[in-house]
């Protein structure tokens, strides 16, 4: 998520860009999920997680990390909950789903900790993140929470 200078390569040179192997793609992402990260965002509804994090996070009204946003969940707060699908061990956080499903809050997996981290503007991976409404960003929170909350429950 966070841009980085890239060699200038020759113009006979026919590698792709993103070879460097900074930039792992969506399936690579997914292959490394835990088994308990359902329900899986898509590849686009996880853009647009990331993105309604980067709008949530400029004007810091976001909840970042498991004890945080537990303590918020139980004291009553709204939002949708983002978690990331490979964090380990799953103790730390299995927890939370079912807190979720008791207050009726929309939550989704996301593939990637660090992406997670980086989109809310920290240097260090983030496992889990409250998105709060805010009128900054009203629309796509409504949207990002009409998709969430349309994704199937697991059993």
């Known amino acids: 998520m966070t ?3 890239k ?24 292959a490394n999920v835990n088994p308990i ?4 965002a898509s590849k686009k509804l996880s853009k647009k997680l990331y993105k309604c994090v980067k709008k949530a996070a400029k004007v810091k ?5 498991v004890k945080e946003v537990q303590k918020f969940i139980n004291k009553g707060e709204k939002g949708i909950v983002v978690l990331a699908g490979d964090t380990l061990p ?14 009726s809050l929309p939550y ?6 660090v992406d997670l981290g980086s989109s809310a503007g920290s240097k260090r991976p983030t496992c889990v993140i409250l ?3 805010h009128q900054d960003y009203q629309d796509a929170y409504d949207e990002c929470a009409q998709e969430v909350s349309g994704l199937p429950k697991p059993l």
């Open 61 to 65: 009204n976001i909840r970042r990390g």
């Open 7 to 30: 060699e200038k390569l020759p113009v006979d040179s026919e590698e792709p860009a993103a070879a460097d192997g900074t930039e792992r793609s969506y399936q690579d992402l997914v």
């Open 108 to 113: 989704a997996y996301i593939p990637s900790k």
């Open 131 to 133: 998105i709060k409404p």
């Open 37 to 40: 990260a359902q329900p899986l």
């Open 3 to 5: 841009k980085t200078k």
């Open 90 to 103: 799953i103790d730390v956080y299995c927890h939370l789903p079912v807190m979720c499903e008791d207050r």
